[in-house]
């Protein structure tokens, strides 16, 4: 009895790193987790080290706003992020954790006829590929939220919405807990406040990498560091498209539960859900400017809370709890970077932007099957790092435009 | 809280007052391959550290002008004007500029 109110470590503190491993991921957040977890649990590969600089899910993985959807523009988009929803839907279970996701819908607000024509390119794309997501009007609207607010008495009324079943949230922190355990209990070696200053190479492949806490002989380093990964990129002498934004989020008090969907307009560059406990949970479109600095900002609380006040007047009251940043990693087509460099050995994960924790659970299959044969898995073959120099991009802007 | 931006024409004024238009970049010089085009056109040093960019005074006095600033923490060294030569076409202290002809 006594058990039950004992902390139990998630993972095992480990020691000294050893000399060699097979494959060492920088960053310990969802993406890098979610690798080693796979490589072990689908590959055996199991001499693997997780290197993260902070704590486990200190960046992206622990500030995102922790909405799962697959209803993107592109079809190498959509196809992509349909295989990542699947995956969370077993994820659960998988990981035999409760990550408390909840498929409870989405919908992504028209405030003009332009807006109305792009959501119903997106409605097409989606249902040829098999992905719920269907064009709505305000009477449906209304019954799906009847708290929004749908009046023509506002800056921007609403003409109707892109309606996506199948979108939910997830408790964020739980994935990374759960993947951590799950790549722990398999192997995994797991090192906070392990930062890498520096990768080995020799005849254009990776021999090892340095770190604050001594030097890793390996064949196989994968980056999965976000907002950081140029800095990551100049180490491996590898350019990236990428530029560094910040992204940032608040949320209120607990309120008793009222909204049941996710809220998103792009118009108004906001997305609004409320989470398991109650809190409003509200983000926002990056800064324009690149900065590494995570220094939030008040125009930003400006702003978010004006656009959502004109979504759900009854807020009007809500007291603010907390606001943070985010590091994101932009590249020129807001689609993600993924997959083999010209560097042997030197793996990426990034140009996430603002959606990358929806990815994690599809970046970690593919990436370890990559790892483990040598071969490029079809799914994330268009989003090679190479694209850039043959110029074949893959424009998401159309979905990515408001971050969520 | 976001950053003041000293505009060469305003003075201080607050950053959202600008729009922001990327570092400097080097225009490849003679011939170009497609690589190197490509290279020029979507890769950025993205720096951590002091950084070298293009701002326009959006909401202002619509200038166009440089700005040192240290992406770590948004200290801005300095913001000046782009110099120009006898064709009034820019020739900062970094060869090139998204204005420079095409070669």
């Known amino acids: ?404 | 809280m976001s950053f003041l931006l000293p505009c060469p024409n305003c003075g201080p004024r607050d950053v959202d007052e600008f729009a922001y238009a990327g570092e400097t970049t080097e225009r490849p010089q003679g011939t170009p391959s497609p690589r190197e085009l490509a290279s020029y056109i979507h890769f950025r040093r993205n720096a951590a550290g002091v950084q070298r960019e293009w701002w326009y005074h959006r909401f202002g006095c619509e200038l166009w002008f440089l700005a040192e600033r240290d992406t770590r923490t948004n200290e801005v060294l300095k913001t000046e004007l782009p110099s120009t030569d006898a064709a009034g076409s820019p020739t900062p202290h970094e060869p090139a500029t998204p204005d420079t002809p095409a070669v």
């Open chain 1, 1 to 404: 009895m006594r058990d039950i109110f004992r902390t139990r470590r998630m993972w095992r503190r480990r020691g000294e790193l050893k000399p060699r491993y097979d494959v060492v991921v920088i960053g310990g957040g969802s993406h890098g987790l979610a690798t080693a977890y796979y490589l072990a649990k689908n590959h055996g590969i199991t001499n693997v080290a997780v290197l993260e600089k902070s704590y486990i899910g200190s960046g992206a993985a622990g500030r995102n706003t922790t909405i799962i959807r697959a209803n993107y523009r592109t079809p190498e988009g959509a196809e992509f992020y349909r295989s990542s929803v699947e995956l969370y839907e077993h994820l659960s279970l998988d990981l035999d954790f409760n990550l408390l996701f909840s498929q409870q819908g989405h919908l992504t607000l028209a405030h003009s006829d332009r807006a109305m024509i792009t959501m119903a390119e997106r409605a097409e794309v989606n249902q040829l590929l098999g992905i719920d997501s269907r064009l709505v009007y305000n009477d449906e609207t209304a019954r799906l939220c009847p708290e929004l607010n749908l009046s023509d008495d506002v800056t921007w009324p609403i003409l109707g919405a892109l309606y996506h079943p199948p979108g939910g949230i997830i408790r964020h922190d739980a994935v990374v807990w759960g993947l951590a355990r799950g790549a722990d209990r398999r192997g995994v070696e797991i090192h906070p406040y392990t930062e890498v200053t520096g990768i080995e190479r020799s005849n254009g492949r990776v021999t090892g990498v340095k770190t604050t806490r001594g030097e890793i002989a390996c064949d196989t380093v994968i980056s999965a560091t976000a907002g950081w990964s140029t800095l990551i990129g100049d180490m491996a002498g590898v350019p990236l498209p990428i530029t560094t934004h910040i992204l940032q989020a608040f949320v209120t008090e607990p309120l008793k539960p009222f909204l049941h969907v996710i809220i998103v307009s792009s118009q108004m560059h906001v997305y609004i859900s409320q989470t398991d406990r109650g809190e409003f949970l509200i983000g926002a479109e990056i800064e324009p400017y690149t900065t590494y600095r995570g220094t939030s900002t008040f125009p930003f609380l400006e702003y978010s809370a004006r656009h959502t006040l004109e979504l759900f007047p009854q807020l009007e009251s809500a007291k603010v709890l907390r606001q943070w940043t985010g590091l994101c990693d932009i590249s020129p087509d807001y689609s993600p970077i993924l997959g083999l460099t010209e560097v042997d050995g030197f793996l990426i994960s990034c140009g996430w932007g603002t959606y990358g924790f929806k990815a994690a659970p599809i970046v970690g299959t593919t990436l370890a099957e990559l790892v483990a044969t040598g071969r490029t898995p079809q799914l994330i073959a268009p989003f090679t790092l190479e694209r850039f120099y043959t110029d074949t991009l893959v424009s998401e802007l159309a979905a990515a435009a408001v971050s969520h």
